[in-house]
């Protein structure tokens, strides 16, 4: 018979609870074995992760068989009513209910313990499979029978000095790539690894750092609670225009101002900085620390702040006063989070309540002065701002600083100064024009010059217009020359129609003759032979410029006759009059526009393609080639910029923003 030397105290039903289904996720459950080991007045904790296990080993103070029984196993054993500081090291016991080591099951099937004292030999291994097992029979028997965990021959303890080994196999979670993610998320859980606090954890032989905790490098801006925690700004590495400063930490509970709390919040650049590229670790958040462990995921979730501040902090506090040996746990069943109606919690939500309400305030500052700084770095910008003066150029200021803080590329920023400078130019414009009721015949002079402003104002918004133009003819013709047009035109041509036409600004709204036209060309289109349907993109109706137009694309490589094509646009034209004809409008224009990639197959002359193109033009058709919608449209847009020499002075300083920025 073999010998139970080791007995779980626990009720199995609650063993299934807390254990199995306490954590769901590796660093968490690794986090309770090394708060243990610190814990265990250990040194330095290995955690060695292979294939198939993981194994955990410190050099504490270990375990014998009373201490296996009465404190290991015994789940909901109360550490600190033993012992409220280790004996070596005199260190705060994290320690506190006795769960903490269930949470192994949560990632194993089979749990070894390996463990040394005085240098007597102890181990025992323990199934998740086993427990399930007799959970089940209890309960089919209505009994609670005890688990024994197996108890282990000292020839297979593999630990030879004071310590304890934790062995986890029959792993339910990957351990590919693993290390890294774990070495990471252990450090971003611990404040007290390191040599400052004589306690080393090493992954696969490499010891954690502060550094992997890989976000400190992001800062730009950092809030630190109390002196202690000015080392931090060391390792932000602050450049000479970012900033550090101090909040203070002072707690206030029910009239007890003898609390504190200390760490830091910052904020970064961007807030995608906070986006953890390995894994699924979101940084913009708050954690709590508590003696030197997470307490709590993120505090910041409690606040309903909107603010666009907050898309950009990460902090940690380290509060210590929530968990003090003499007051009630605060933490919840789970250990993932405290227990948040306590008085001590809602107390540390004021602190970093108040604290949140100054970095809001210093935040938008600074964003708005770094703003106006990266605006004037484009040297037309500068010069403008300094001809302003007094609430003008206050307010241009402010603008630009916001604009600084939107997160946008290059391209989007310098588009969104130029609307900045023409707003703030029409709006002096504006103010100018108001004063023409005051002048008098002999300011004659003055008029002539506000009139003048009036059209300088006017063709700094066309030459605006005209250069996003240039730039979309730009982007449509690369995908011309990469020839991946269909989805280019169909995404760009119901935008921009005038690619097609310069005189089509916009299309006019006709929303009862577009459906029911609509509605008629796709019957037309469901009768299309299948070589039809797959030559053509996409037929639409539209209003444009008082005319009724009908505009089929061809895909790029469709060969068709000038017969074949009238053929196919002429049923349209027919549906078009009939809807025209319903509401009396029968008489209208219509204009059909045919954009091809290749020439029509009767086009083999010169004289063939005019023949052709004179034939089509009766029948108010109009046949145009990829190739031609770009280059002429291009060319038209392109000749207004080069001719329009003379331009004045906002005209001029939009272009100079242009210039300055691509250079």
């Known amino acids: 018979m073999i010998e139970e030397k080791y007995e779980m105290s626990i009720t199995l039903n609650v063993l299934n609870h807390l254990g199995i289904n306490l954590y769901s996720n590796v660093p968490a459950v690794l986090s309770e074995v090394v708060a243990n080991s610190w814990d265990a007045d250990a040194s330095v904790v290995n955690i060695k992760i292979e294939p198939k296990s993981i194994t955990i080993t410190d050099d504490g103070h270990g375990m014998d068989e009373v201490d296996i029984n009465k404190k290991y196993l015994n789940v909901g054993y109360k550490k600190r009513d033993d012992t409220k500081v280790t004996a070596k090291f005199n260190r705060p016991v994290m320690g506190r209910k006795g769960i903490g080591k269930l ?27 086993d427990i399930e097992n007799l959970t089940e029979q209890n309960n089919r028997n209505k009994e609670n029978k005890s688990y024994y ?42 404040s007290i690894i390191g040599d400052e606090y004589t306690f080393s954890v090493n992954i696969n032989g490499e010891p954690i750092q502060i550094t992997d905790r890989d976000y400190f490098h992001k800062m730009r801006y950092l809030w630190y609670f109390g ?117 001590r919690y809602l107390a540390l939500r004021d602190r970093v309540n108040s ?129 991946v047009l269909e989805k280019v035109i169909q995404e760009y041509l119901p ?33 299309l032979t299948d070589e039809e349907r797959k030559g053509r993109i996409d037929i639409r109706y539209k209003k444009m410029a008082g005319q009724n137009v009908i505009i089929e694309l061809k895909r790029p490589g469709v060969k068709i006759s000038e017969s074949a094509l009238w053929e196919q646009v002429s049923k349209y034209r027919t549906a078009l009059e009939k809807q025209l004809n319903l509401i009396g409008a029968g ?43 770009i280059q002429e449209a291009y060319q038209s847009y392109k000749e207004f910029l080069e001719k329009k020499e003379d331009v004045g002075r906002i005209c001029e300083l939009i272009k100079n923003i242009d210039i300055e920025f691509s250079t």
């Open 149 to 190: 965990p197996e108890s282990l021959d000292d020839t297979h303890i593999t630990l030879d000095d004071n310590g304890t080994k934790i062995v986890l196999t029959n792993i339910k979670k990957r351990t590919s790539n693993l290390e890294s993610y774990l070495r990471k998320r252990i450090a971003r859980r611990f």
């Open 103 to 129: 949470s192994l099951f949560s990632i194993a099937d089979t749990i070894e313990i390996h463990t040394v004292k005085s240098g007597n030999k102890y181990g025992f291994r323990m199934s998740a499979k």
């Open 495 to 527: 935008k921009h129609f005038w690619l097609l036409d310069p005189s089509w600004e916009r299309a006019s709204d006709h929303m009862y003759i577009e459906q029911n036209v609509t509605t008629a060309f796709d019957v037309i289109s469901e009768k």
């Open 227 to 343: 002196d202690k925690s000015e080392e931090y700004i060391d390792l932000c590495q602050l450049e000479k225009d970012e900033f550090a400063e101090k909040i203070d930490g002072a707690i206030d509970i029910e009239g007890d101002t003898q609390h504190s709390v200390t760490g830091w919040i910052g904020t970064v650049q961007k807030s995608g900085d906070l986006t953890d590229k390995e894994g699924d670790e979101n940084l913009n958040k708050i954690v709590i620390m508590v003696r030197g462990k997470l307490a709590q995921e993120d505090i910041l979730e409690d606040f309903r702040e909107g603010g666009l501040y907050t898309k950009y902090l990460i902090g940690e506090i380290h509060a210590d006063f929530l968990d003090q040996n003499n007051e009630p746990d605060i933490a919840t069943s789970n250990r993932q989070e405290i227990i948040k109606d306590d008085p």
């Open 355 to 483: 604290a949140l309400k100054i970095i809001e305030k210093k935040w938008l500052a600074r964003q708005k002065k770094k703003g106006v700084i990266d605006a004037r770095k484009i040297p037309a910008i500068d010069k403008w701002l300094d001809t302003m003066r007094g609430d003008k150029k206050e307010n241009a200021e402010a603008i630009l600083g916001k604009i600084g803080q939107l997160e946008l590329d290059d391209h989007q920023r310098v588009d969104l100064y130029k609307h900045c400078v023409l707003a703030f130019e029409n709006l002096m414009y504006r103010e100018r024009l108001s004063m023409l009721e005051n002048l008098t015949p002999e300011n004659s002079a003055e008029i002539t010059k506000i009139f003048a402003e009036h059209a300088d104002v006017e063709a700094s918004h066309y030459y605006k217009i005209v250069n996003e133009r240039l730039h979309v003819i730009e982007v449509f013709s690369k995908h011309v020359e990469d020839n």
């Open 587 to 629: 008489d209208d224009p219509i204009e059909i526009l045919c954009v091809v990639g290749e020439e029509l197959t009767d086009w083999t002359t010169t004289q063939n393609r005019q023949m052709s193109k004179d034939s089509l033009d009766r029948k108010n058709t109009r046949v145009l080639l990829y190739r031609e919608l």
